[in-house]
T-cell receptor, first 114, second 112 residues
Framework: AQSVSQHNHHVILSEAASLELGCNYSYGGTVNLFWYVQYPGQHLQLLLKYFSGDPLVKGIKGFEAEFIKSKFSFNLRKPSVQWSDTAEYFCAVRSNQAGTALIFGKGTTLSVSS | DAGITQSPRHKVTETGTPVTLRCHQTENHRYMYWYRQDPGHGLRLIHYSYGVKDTDKGEVSDGYSVSRSKTEDFLLTLESATSSQTSVYFC???????????FGPGTRLLVL
């Protein structure tokens, strides 16, 4: 079965620090990869996605992610975080076993102090 | 934001009672999903639908049933609620296989 692993459960940063959140997936075939963000008390919103093409994907709010096929990784980055980036971040892969459903990692909570 | 609403937004119920959650979309999307979100588990798929009256089970389907009689509505029923079903339930939609999933606002369910 496909799985997604997020390495960091809770990350604490100061404003202006750089961010990198790790994500690894288990599937070796063609994948669709996503990063979603959930701000406190809100629903999930799409940050960025990778389907094919350029492995460096740019998303909203200055986030980007790099797909490295050889490492089965899709790490999320931001060069300078803001207090408003405080949220929970989920990496997800599209399943080949459940229609178009997504398999999520357990999430990483990011706390940014001002 | 995609046109997805969930009702109720909050519910408190007692063990053993049936509960139905509703997801309504205005996007005419083919695919609809129910996930539950629990601390330390991320989101896990309960059931999904790939068309009217076409549904299938997900990873954590035990104790849940679904129905989709219209494109716009996808109902999730807890046949006899248990405390382990206390969770936040999210509905999601997508148009076709390669399209992004968009999530509803969620329903927070407490089973006492």
């Amino acid at each position: 079965a496909q799985s997604v692993s997020q390495h960091n459960h809770h990350v604490i940063l100061s404003e202006a620090a750089s961010l990198e959140l790790g994500c690894n997936y288990s599937y070796g075939g063609t994948v669709n990869l996503f990063w979603y963000v959930q701000y406190p008390g809100q629903h999930l919103q799409l940050l960025l996605k990778y389907f094919s093409g350029d492995p460096l994907v740019k998303g909203i709010k200055g986030f980007e992610a790099e797909f490295i096929k050889s490492k089965f990784s899709f790490n999320l980055r931001k060069p300078s975080v803001q207090w408003s980036d405080t949220a929970e971040y989920f990496c997800a892969v599209r399943s080949n076993q459940a229609g178009t459903a997504l398999i999520f990692g357990k999430g990483t909570t990011l706390s940014v102090s001002s | 934001d995609a046109g997805i609403t969930q009702s109720p937004r909050h519910k408190v119920t007692e063990t053993g009672t049936p509960v139905t959650l509703r997801c309504h979309q205005t996007e005419n999307h083919r695919y609809m999903y129910w996930y539950r979100q629990d601390p330390g588990h991320g989101l896990r798929l309960i059931h999904y639908s790939y068309g009217v009256k076409d549904t299938d089970k997900g990873e954590v389907s035990d104790g849940y049933s679904v129905s989709r009689s219209k494109t716009e509505d996808f109902l999730l029923t807890l046949e006899s609620a248990t405390s382990s079903q206390t969770s936040v339930y999210f509905c999601a939609i997508s148009g076709e296989v390669q399209e992004t999933q968009y999530f509803g606002p969620g329903t927070r369910l407490l089973v006492l």
